[in-house]
């Protein structure tokens, strides 16, 4: 299983091991990861389960129309490098990437 | 030792209730308790990806035992509460423990509203509210190959759709003579019912149930009272739910198809306070509100928790929420109900648009179709309370954050 780094808003570092096809809100989320709200549930309708990946950018596939126009709400600072951890989904080749959890979602 | 501060039902704002107590500095004991024999979970994706195959039933779980554990949150899964005695500050469980509590959150939730007909009871007849009953019908969709969909509104309307990807033929009876009547204005229900027909369900307004039939136990058609039958192998109910308010009212608190709140989640009784769908919220006219949402659980278990620990967060948002039938997301702010004016901002027949819903000059909600760069914006519109004209919001060359932003 693809190990993620969860970085919480208190510089706290979680490391999950995600069963493949899980997207990194679910196992942020289940796991009670600090600093991420999830309203919606993975639906991609509430843009508070907001991540700035720090790693393994490149083996993501880009944004959906959806997720970049959610992308354009989100709470806290919009980076290059945010996307919503919904979209997400665990694979071999995300072991060991790092996602930082922003201060706020709402 | 004090007495824990008990919340009953575990859903999201049972939940929500729990971890802001928390995350608000409340460091006492904390119990919840659950009737359904799990952790809490996300309900929305039961009628949708879940039911798709899309998700698991853990990939639906918000937090697992160890997590709440973590938080120290105690979750007794599986239990009922039977009554409150609000004199003694005590529980009485149907097991027949007691329970004292410093305090009482009240987050039980709603059920389907029962189906009032003869062969409601009939086996292949399911309501769909729970994982236990998404899973039942899990269980019987692969074999089925005529579906009947009873109410027109999301819950329907999202099965039907996902009916239709399973290859299903679907029939949507809707008593009202157009789609989702509470939920949405006549051009949006129009929508989707054009949505739908063109995916192939029958939809079929102004359709009253009369009874289904069986044969053998298991149900075979459905019949309307103008004596259409429509054959059926498995029959959805969804026409609407019920607030779980039998505990509140047995304890004398005040419930009006819900249990009465003021915008801060609290009852008439300083210990007890309330929070999701269970509630009724009292709006400042006097008026009460029923909502039955994500949001509303969120936002409500915010303010009970707030309200517990002696402080005010009242309700400040505008009611948001959101449908996915085939590749249409629905996002709907505010509520429409009372508008006279409709003004459309993009394009209908490119099923890429938003409704702007006016009362006199003032707007008071927006539906968006896979439009969430309107939305958003949107919410924050009615949030500050902000009317742009009807002809800037319907004119896309500008954006509407810059409506915002005068």
């Avoid at chain 2, 989640?265 to 029923?290: E, F, K, M, N």
Wanted: proline share 6%; hydrophobic share 40%.
């Amino acid at each position: 299983m693809p190990r993620i780094t969860y970085i919480e808003p208190s510089g706290n570092k979680t490391e999950i091991d995600l069963p493949e096809g899980w997207s990194l809100m679910q196992g942020a989320t289940s796991n009670g990861v600090e600093g991420i709200e999830a309203e919606c549930g993975g639906s991609c309708a509430c843009a508070t389960c907001h991540c700035y990946v720090e790693s393994h950018a490149d083996r993501l596939p880009p944004p959906s129309e959806t997720e970049l126009s959610m992308l354009e709400h989100v709470a806290a600072e919009r980076r290059p490098n945010s996307r919503l951890s919904c979209q997400l989904k665990a694979s071999a080749d995300l072991d060991g990437m790092i996602v930082r959890l922003p201060l706020c979602q709402s | 030792m004090t007495a824990p501060i008990i919340i009953v039902g575990a859903g999201q704002a049972g939940l929500q209730t729990a971890e802001s107590l928390r995350s608000e500095g409340y460091t006492g004991s904390l119990t919840m308790i659950g009737d359904e024999p799990c952790t809490p979970y996300h309900r929305p994706p039961l009628s949708k990806a879940y039911l798709l195959g899309e998700f698991t039933a853990a990939q639906l779980t918000i937090r697992t035992a160890e997590a709440l554990a973590k938080k120290g949150i105690e979750l007794r899964a599986g239990i009922m509460v039977g009554a409150i005695d609000r004199a003694a500050n005590r529980l009485r469980l149907t097991n027949g423990d007691e329970l004292d509590y410093a305090s009482l959150c009240l987050a039980t939730g709603a059920r389907p509203r029962p189906l009032p007909l003869p062969g409601a009871d009939l086996e292949g007849v399911f309501p769909l509210r729970t994982l236990a009953d998404t899973q039942a019908i899990a269980a019987r969709l692969p074999s089925a190959s005529h579906v009947v969909v009873i109410g027109g509104g999301f819950i329907g309307l999202e099965f039907a759709a996902v009916a239709r990807k399973l290859g299903k033929a679907v029939v949507v009876l809707e008593a009202a003579p157009r789609l989702m009547p509470r939920a949405v204005t006549p051009v949006m229900s129009d929508f989707f019912r054009d949505l739908h027909v063109a995916h192939g369900v029958d939809i079929e307004l102004g359709a009253a149930v009369s009874a289904l039939i069986g044969d053998q136990g298991k149900v075979v058609a459905v019949r309307t009272a103008d004596h259409r039958e429509f054959p059926a192998d498995l029959v959805l109910v969804g026409i609407g739910i019920l607030a779980n308010t039998e505990l509140a009212q047995q304890s004398g608190l005040e419930c009006q198809q819900g249990i009465v709140v003021d915008a801060c989640s609290r009852t008439a009784d300083p210990h007890i306070v309330a929070a999701g769908d269970c509630t009724a919220r009292r709006l400042a006219d006097g008026t009460l509100l029923r909502l039955e949402s994500v949001q509303n659980a969120v936002e409500q278990g915010k303010s009970a928790a707030a309200a517990l620990l002696g402080k005010e967060r009242p309700f400040s948002t505008n009611p948001w929420f959101w449908s996915d039938q085939y590749d249409i997301k629905l996002q709907m702010v505010g509520l429409a109900a009372g508008c006279d004016r409709t003004v459309l901002r993009g394009d209908m027949g490119k099923r890429k648009f938003s409704a702007f819903h006016y009362r006199g000059q003032k707007l008071i909600a927006v539906d968006s179709i896979n439009s969430p760069e309107d939305h958003m914006p949107a919410r924050k519109l009615l949030d500050l309370a902000l009317s742009p004209a009807p002809d800037e919001v319907a004119d896309l060359s500008r954006p509407l954050n810059a409506l915002i932003n005068r």
